[in-house]
């Protein structure tokens, strides 16, 4: 959706300003959390072994990721995200 604004400048929740190119990075990321989890999304939580698990095959994956520390968190609320969707019926 923002990159249908044609934007020059992209100012991330972290790292510096950058160009349209931040948009497509952070796409991908999320995309990639998702596919990571859409397999455990039928599970009421994830735990402390599947985390560590998926969290080691994603930092492996993709070396760039600059904050690897910060996947958990994201994991786990990915993971809220779609059991919402299946709550839902999405």
């Known amino acids: 959706m923002l990159k249908r604004l044609g934007p020059r400048v992209v100012y991330p929740g972290h790292g510096g300003p950058g160009g ?3 948009l ?3 796409s991908t990321y999320l995309g990639t959390l ?3 989890v859409r397999p455990l999304a039928f599970r009421s939580g994830l735990s402390a072994r599947e985390l560590s698990s998926l969290r080691r095959s ?3 994956k993709r070396r760039d990721w600059l904050l690897p520390d910060t996947l958990d968190g994201n ?3 990915e993971h809220a995200r779609l059991r919402r969707l299946l709550a ?3």
Do not use: C, D, S, Y
Request: aromatic share 0%.
């Open 20 to 22: 349209p190119a931040l």
């Open 34 to 36: 998702e596919e990571a």
């Open 75 to 77: 994991l786990r609320a």
């Open 24 to 26: 497509e990075e952070m």
């Open 58 to 60: 994603l930092v492996r």
């Open 88 to 90: 839902a019926g999405g």
